[in-house]
């Protein structure tokens, strides 16, 4: 971790500013006398616009909102405390990762992706081939993806997710950026998992962070938002170009919702963490006593395979983790007869969810994540530790007893 970058100052205040700090404030305007600390969600689909429209701030709702400004300079702070980087707000994680992709491609350029990403990436890809974009794949970890660097021919992007999602192993951001930019390519990283207290891209060399704010940084379970973080003003230009013509707008109460939620995302990644850690270590313990639990994933657990690399670019490890049971019925029997946690898909919110992954197919029955049938992913909320640890301990056990 580096514990030093975590801190900086207030602009023009000296005040030191921990991440905790950054997080309760980011975003929120000059205190004013009488005034609401976060203003309220802004309900418009047009502004009052007299005559020359030219430079107006807000002149239609698809184009700009106040809501939205003021979430986009929090997501900014917290991707980029020392930078410069700007901020760019969409209705979910895949309009943000479509527009990335989608705007700054073209025919004849080249596009890396992760062969074990998000499961939609796919799906982005027929788009991108389409458009006559080359698209290649390689896996998040090992070395793999910068041979694929190295060897590519009008290399545009290099798309990286770490810790990919469901798997959880993690690549050399500032080792591949390093590789990419030198070849003229712009470098992404999906930041869904981590959040930006986490980790943050922009610092490691990437020049887009983004990431479905659905997840961890919303945290409660009841938003789809998304958001492209860069510091350079054509990649925001080209976004916020897709976001006009496609639509792809959050509402303000989403966007509000997010902003509120922010002011305990350090509180929430860190009690998180705390869980992830209590219960993995749980599982492992119970794979030595019963051996039915295998390939328990956890970057922040420190015999982890992605461990030592996680720990030079994470500042925390997020709320996932996956583990793997003896098969389909036994992980279905599992799910069944956990109490605390609730089966659902999805991560990142305050109450504990885990799903077989085995389930989702693509519509040709395709399974849309390569993992075995009996593949668990566990997302942690802000429960008590040992509440969460008894719930899987106990569902373990009934799970054994039911075949
Ligand atoms: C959920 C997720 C997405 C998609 O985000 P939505 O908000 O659901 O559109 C993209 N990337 C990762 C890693 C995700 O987990």
Redesign the pocket.
């Known amino acids: 971790m580096e514990p030093d970058a975590a801190v900086g100052t207030t602009p023009g205040s000296g005040v030191p500013t921990g991440e905790a700090t950054r997080a309760v404030h980011a975003g929120l305007p000059e205190a004013e006398p009488y005034r609401e600390p976060l203003p309220g969600p802004v309900l418009a689909a047009h502004y009052h616009l007299p005559g020359d429209p030219t430079g107006a701030d807000y002149a239609y709702g698809r184009d700009g909102n106040p809501t939205w400004t003021v979430l986009e300079r929090a997501i900014a702070e917290l991707e980029d405390p020392a930078g410069d980087a700007r901020a760019v707000v969409f209705g979910?994680?895949?309009a943000a990762?479509s527009a990335a992709l989608l705007s700054l491609t073209g025919p004849g350029d080249t596009v890396i992706l992760p062969a074990d990403g998000?499961n939609?990436l796919h799906r982005v890809r027929e788009r991108l081939e389409t458009g006559g974009v080359t698209v290649s794949t390689v896996p998040t970890p090992g070395p793999e993806a910068l041979r694929a660097v190295e060897s590519a021919t009008d290399l545009r992007m290099l798309w990286l997710?770490t810790p990919s999602?469901p798997g959880l192993d993690v690549c050399d951001v500032r080792e591949l950026a390093t590789a990419a930019r030198a070849r003229g390519a712009l470098v992404a990283v999906?930041n869904?998992?981590a959040t930006p207290l986490g980790q943050r891209p922009l610092e490691l060399g990437a020049d887009l962070s983004v990431a479905?704010g659905?997840?961890a940084l919303n945290g409660h379970g009841d938003v789809?938002l998304?958001y492209v973080a860069a510091r350079d003003a054509s990649v925001i230009e080209r976004v916020v170009g897709w976001r006009k013509i496609v639509g792809a707008i959050p509402g303000p109460m989403e966007a509000w919702l997010v902003h509120r939620g922010l002011a305990t995302l350090e509180l929430r990644t860190s009690h998180q963490q705390t869980n992830a850690l209590a219960v993995a270590e749980a599982l492992l313990d119970e794979a030595a006593r019963r051996g039915d639990v295998t390939g328990v994933r956890y970057p922040g657990r420190p015999s982890d395979p992605a461990h030592d690399l996680a720990a030079r670019q994470m500042r925390r490890f997020g709320c996932v983790i996956g583990f793997t049971l003896p098969d389909r019925g036994f992980a279905e029997r599992f799910l069944g007869a956990l109490r605390i946690v609730e089966e659902a898909t999805?991560f990142g919110g305050v109450r504990s969810t885990a799903e077989r992954r085995g389930r989702w197919t693509t519509p040709d029955g395709v399974p849309a994540d390569a993992v075995a049938e009996g593949f668990v992913r566990m997302s942690m909320g802000v429960e008590d530790p040992a509440d969460l640890v008894a719930d899987v301990r106990r569902a373990l056990e009934i799970a054994r007893g039911g075949a």
Request: hydrophobic content about 30%; glycine content about 12%; charged content about 20%.
């Open positions: 979910s994680g895949m990762i998000y939609l997710e999602n999906d869904t998992l479905s659905t997840k789809l998304g999805s």
